[in-house]
Nanobody, 127 residues
Framework: AVRLMESGGGSVQAGGSLRLSCTVS????????MAWFRQNPGNKREGVAG???????NYADSVKGRFTISQDNARTTLHLQMNSLKPEDTAMYFC?????????????????????WGQGTQVTVAS
């Protein structure tokens, strides 16, 4: 079974940085599209950044130039480097995965495009 586990969340002042990680297991040949999403209570889950097996990336406009998505060489750990954090970045952050066969033309930033989810890690940015 595919398992995703996030870590690295916490509290930070505006302008600060955090690096989120997502440990991935059970993914055949690591041939998956991966993404980060975020959500606050009562709000829809929002796509933040995605990466496909060949390294292509996609970012939400709200985080372009501030966040960077990456994977280690073995593609067993997904990262999200978050710089210049703003209070509006406060949310629960989730990593997600879907088989490459379902993300042709991606990576997409729609939650409906992903089949596997982690439990989330909280990020709080104080003003």
């Amino acid at each position: 079974a595919v398992r995703l586990m996030e870590s690295g969340g916490g509290s930070v002042q505006a302008g600060g940085s955090l690096r989120l990680s997502c440990t991935v297991s059970g993914v055949p040949n690591n041939n998956y599209c991966m993404a980060w999403f975020r959500q606050n209570p009562g709000n829809k889950r929002e796509g933040v950044a995605g990466i496909e097996p060949d390294g292509g990336t996609n970012y939400a406009d709200s985080v372009k130039g501030r966040f960077t998505i990456s994977q280690d060489n073995a593609r067993t750990t997904l990262h999200l480097q978050m710089n210049s954090l703003k209070p509006e970045d406060t949310a629960m952050y989730f990593c997600a995965a879907v088989s490459r066969s379902y993300c042709v033309g991606g990576p997409y930033l729609s939650p409906a495009s992903y089949h596997h989810w982690g439990q989330g890690t909280q990020v709080t940015v104080a003003s």
